[in-house]
């Protein structure tokens, strides 16, 4: 099964356009975790079992357990396990924005794929589609390139002659051979995910910046859903994983979002 057969059969089984982004960053999660064997591993395992009906992924980024060296890895590799065998129809995206040489990215490729057993990864476009091959032909994999990011200073080079239309362009016209291609474009710039839309057709959008970083539900929602009323993967994270109560923040949000699909 490809990445994106089962994300379109998770999000018919969950009704779920809602990604859940663990970014477990060791400072912030709750007390009673901080002392366990496995910290980072005991709060996604929780959060992971107050929302696995409620999602059409998680999406564990990689910063948060690199941070911490060789237990932080072991813990990402223990979550992406976990979620695996428990629950198998919901896809991993590593959130890892990786892109180097071809002969680097081999290595990115065994680690992502062979050692967590991630369905997906992103990446940014920079180096070309050749240095990215690696990636590419991995067809049950899903590829996500970095298309128009949700930070506040995405503009500085994406806007440059509209940089992030050309990718976008690319990414269909040439490096989507295998159908195993996607975008990141940020819920904070609407107008900019709509312009994209028009380019990609029904290709998925994996888009962040909802919640923490102030993306308008209803405004990502109207311009970003293809013509299956789908196509997108909404990430929020913090505003979920630190929430008082995880479970009743994931549904709130997958039913407002479904609220402006219908």
């Known amino acids: 099964m490809t990445f994106q057969q089962k994300f379109d059969q998770i999000i018919t089984k969950n009704n779920s356009l809602l990604c859940v982004g663990l970014d477990s960053d060791l400072e912030k999660i709750p007390s009673q975790f901080q002392h366990k064997d496995y910290p980072q591993f005991a709060f996604n395992k929780w959060i992971v079992e107050q929302t696995h009906d409620f999602v059409c992924a998680y999406k564990p980024n990689s ?28 896809p991993i995206i590593f959130d890892a924005k990786r892109g180097d040489i071809g002969s ?5 490729v065994r680690f992502a794929y062979e050692y967590l057993g991630v369905d997906a990864i992103t990446l940014h476009p920079y180096l070309g589609k050749e240095a990215l091959t690696p990636f590419l032909k991995q067809k049950e994999k899903g590829c996500i390139i970095l298309c128009r990011t949700s930070n506040p200073g995405a503009g500085e080079f994406q806007d440059i002659e509209k940089l992030y239309k050309k990718v976008a362009s690319s990414v269909v016209a040439s490096w989507n051979a295998n159908k195993n291609c996607m975008l990141v474009v940020g819920a904070t710039y609407p107008k900019e995910l709509a312009e994209i839309r028009k380019i990609v057709g029904d290709m998925t959008i994996l888009v962040p910046g909802i919640g923490a970083q102030g993306g308008d539900v209803e405004k990502t929602v109207k311009a970003g859903l293809n013509s299956k009323n789908a196509g997108m993967i909404i990430n929020a994270g913090r505003s979920i994983i630190f929430s008082k109560n995880p479970q009743k923040e994931t549904m709130k949000l997958r039913d407002e979002i479904n609220k402006f699909r219908n």
């Open 63 to 90: 910063a948060f357990y690199e941070a911490r060296g060789a237990d932080g890895i072991t813990e990402l590799k223990m979550t992406c396990h976990y979620v695996k065998k428990q629950y198998p129809d919901i």
């Open 104 to 108: 680097t990215n081999e290595g990115y």
